[in-house]
């Protein structure tokens, strides 16, 4: 039974970072892409950036260039770095199979970007 624990949201002012894992219970990144996805209040849960198997990378629009997503494989534990945050990041930021696996949703965990 694959569990996704995610930790590290919190609150912090514009233009601040913060670094999110994810801490799978099974040893899985080396078989499947993962990424992370965020939902805001009232809007769709979006995906933010996904890291296959071979370690390739891709972002979404909105965070290129200030998101950064990492693996460590050997720890079974996925990492979203984010620098530069705005109030438009404020969501609850989940990590998953990529494609995501409904069984696999966790609790999130909550950033919120604020002054």
């Known amino acids: 039974q694959v569990q996704l624990v995610e930790s590290g949201g919190g609150l912090v002012q514009p233009g601040g970072s913060l670094r999110l894992s994810c801490t799978a219970s099974l040893s899985m990144f080396r078989i499947y892409a993962m990424g992370w996805y965020r939902q805001a209040p009232g809007k769709q849960r979006e995906l933010v950036a996904y890291?296959?198997?071979?370690?390739?990378?891709n972002y979404a629009d909105s965070v290129k260039g200030r998101f950064t997503i990492s693996r460590d494989s050997a720890e079974n534990t996925l990492y979203l770095q984010m620098n530069s945050l705005k109030p438009e990041d404020t969501a609850g930021y989940y990590c998953?199979?990529?494609?995501?696996?409904?069984?696999?949703w966790g609790q999130g965990t909550q950033v919120t970007v604020s002054s």
């Open positions: 890291i296959t198997s071979r370690g390739s990378t």
């Open positions: 998953n199979t990529h494609p995501a696996t409904e069984k696999y």
